[in-house]
């Protein structure tokens, strides 16, 4: 697995990971940017994306991490804590793979709102992940045949109502706040990790009160 810097940036990173099954033990490519190998917890964690993680201090504080602790590190920290019950924990945009060599498994991560993209192929043991269109179509192993249904839908109606689907048949999209988890013989489990409808409404007796919560909310998002 490579070894590079964080980038830090957020949207349309041009990061990408390929997970190849077809060797006896899966192997992982990942481009430079925004890419990581983690060696956190007793685990060997390979991750590329691009994020921007609200909490990422509270959970630094919570670990004892030092304030230098990139999102690809306070990640790799949540996943070998929470399992794969992680993704919920995070708080902000970022669309992201995390390999975990131990498992051999790949998980793709996408944020609640879908602010960031995230598409991926798999194909006879082959998976590829990235966070543009054009860097999975620039791939060999990906071919570039219209998806004539999307096509054909966005013409008739301006907008495509596919969660999955992407204009390109053999590129697919994780929907907004979904995690994929790539187990090592190829099978493909799909969780939901957030609704609204999850969220249990706000009842104050204080009209300030509701004043106040929106404050300490806009003050984690800016700090």
Known sequence: MNDHLDSGLLMNTGWCIELDLRVPAAG????????????LRGKTLAF???????NARALAEQWGLPATAGDAEII???YCVWGDQFPERLRGDFSFALFDEASQSLWLVRDPLGVAPLYYHGNAGLW???????????HPAVSDPLNDPVVAEWCSFGHVHHQTE???AAIHKVPKATQ???SRDGVVAAR???APETIPPLEYTREDDY????????????T
């Open 192 to 194: 939901r990790y957030w």
């Open 211 to 222: 004043v106040d919560h929106l404050h300490d909310l806009l003050n984690t998002v800016i």
């Open 166 to 168: 992407t204009f390109f």
């Open 128 to 138: 590829i992940a990235g966070d543009s269109l054009d860097i999975l179509l620039a």
């Open 48 to 54: 590329a994306g691009a994020t921007r993680l609200d």
């Open 28 to 39: 992982v490519t990942v481009n430079p940017v925004s890419s990581r190998t983690l060696h």
């Open 180 to 182: 994929l988890r790539i």
């Open 76 to 78: 790799g920290h949540a």
